[in-house]
């Protein structure tokens, strides 16, 4: 008797999970969902892409070792060049207005002037690797690795910047922006070569 009623019961259990999966299916397929950037996501879906995004960093991050002089002055000139070309556009800056390709955005780009929760070495991945479904490009793409890290570097110091120092600190970078690719890959390849002999 009892053997029979559980068995009822998984059966049920069985038939209500299909039958969730089927609705969620039949959702999707029919475009339930609204994909827009103009209309904020549901909360359990926030929740969800919160949580993927967070995990797939820290795990991915975690094996990174920093660079020693993360602190260097010249890193972080350097970074500040690099940044108030290819960044402030849509992370802004302190004394920046905000500009109307950030305002469209969804998810919004943080204000890095306002600090992060994320570690440096956190920081490091999501700028060479980007973020999936939202505008955060993949500068690894085009960008060496110390340069990243100059970035990196730069992002520490911002949100102690007023909109005076950060005018001068992106006016101070030592070299424009393809002098250092140059150099960059100048190094790189220098290294390279070293490997092989
Ligand atoms: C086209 C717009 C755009 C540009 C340009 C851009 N970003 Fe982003 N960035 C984003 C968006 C959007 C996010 C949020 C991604 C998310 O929610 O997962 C982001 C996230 C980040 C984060 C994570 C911040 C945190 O604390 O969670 C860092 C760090 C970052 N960007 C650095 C940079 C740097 C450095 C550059 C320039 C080399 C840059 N970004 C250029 C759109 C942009």
């Known amino acids: 008797m009892a053997a029979t009623r559980n068995r009822r019961r998984s059966i049920a259990i069985l038939i209500v999970a299909l039958g969730m999966v089927v609705a969620l299916a039949l959702y999707i397929?029919?475009?339930g969902y609204n994909?827009?950037?103009d209309a904020p996501h549901t909360?359990?879906?926030r929740t969800f892409l919160e949580t993927l995004r967070r995990r797939s960093i820290a795990a991915r991050a975690a094996g990174i070792a920093l660079p020693g002089d993360l602190g260097s002055q010249q890193r972080i000139q350097a970074g500040a060049g690099l940044y108030g070309e290819?960044?402030?556009t849509c992370h802004g800056g302190p004394g920046l207005e905000k500009t109307e390709l950030a305002q469209g955005l969804y998810p919004q780009a943080p204000d890095l002037a306002r600090g992060s929760a994320l570690t440096p070495a956190q920081q490091f991945w999501i700028i060479k690797h980007g973020v999936k479904m939202t505008a955060m490009p993949a500068w690894g793409?085009?960008?060496?690795d110390p340069l990243i890290w100059d970035m990196v570097a730069f992002l520490q110091r911002l949100p102690w910047l007023s909109a005076e120092q950060y005018r001068a600190l992106v006016a101070s970078a030592p070299e424009d922006h393809d002098e250092m690719m140059h150099e960059a890959s100048?190094?790189?390849?220098h290294?390279?070569?070293?490997a092989h002999h």
């Not at 793409?141 to 060496?144: F, L, M």
């Open 43 to 45: 909360a359990p879906v």
């Open 35 to 37: 994909v827009a950037a």
């Open 186 to 189: 100048e190094a790189h390849h």
């Open 141 to 144: 793409r085009t960008h060496p």
């Open 29 to 31: 397929e029919l475009g």
């Open 191 to 194: 290294k390279a070569g070293e």
């Open 86 to 88: 290819m960044c402030a």
